[in-house]
């Protein structure tokens, strides 16, 4: 068995006028993730774990943001085509664990949601999906409610 991990990262400033969308799910919040697509950085953590391990480069390679085709896209639609390049390279997963790191809003009570929603685009169940969440304890552009962080890490194997 071939069995490989990959290591994901992303970050988004918060701006107003832009909704939340954090693990493929809108949350109400009085600002949003700011990015070329719905900014979704737990999902897109999620797809560069999962192209590293995979040796695919990374989201930014796969969907530009100069690319006019993916602007205000939906994240869930870009996991799905990355699942579908692993899976035409031979590969399943294994698992995935995320953090998001945000001071508000809460994350705990989307958790199973998210769960619930990205494990039929991932191939998984939702045992297979850990998410969790943390403040920056106030310190930094996090702490200072400016901007969310997401980290992943995925195991794929063959």
């Given at each position: 068995m071939n069995i490989r991990v990959g290591f994901g990262y992303d970050v988004h400033p918060l701006g107003d006028?832009?909704?939340?969308w954090l693990g493929g799910i809108k949350l109400e919040f009085d600002k949003g993730c700011v990015g070329h697509s719905d900014a979704d950085v737990l999902l897109h953590a999620i797809c560069d774990a999962l192209l590293g391990a995979a040796n695919l480069r990374d989201i930014g390679?796969?969907?530009p943001n100069?690319?006019?085709?993916?602007k205000g896209a939906d994240s869930k639609l870009l996991l799905k085509e990355v699942v579908d390049l692993l899976l035409q390279k031979g590969?399943?997963?294994g698992n995935i664990d995320a953090t998001l790191s945000l001071e508000a809003p809460k994350i705990n009570p989307h958790i199973t949601s998210i769960q619930t929603i990205l494990a039929?685009?991932?191939n998984v169940t939702v045992d297979d999906i850990s998410i969790k969440a943390t403040t920056n304890e106030k310190l930094g552009y996090v702490g200072r409610g400016e901007g969310v962080n997401a980290y992943a890490v995925a195991l794929i194997y063959k």
């Open positions: 006028n832009r909704e939340l390679f796969h969907f100069t690319n006019p085709k993916y590969y399943k997963i039929p685009i991932l």
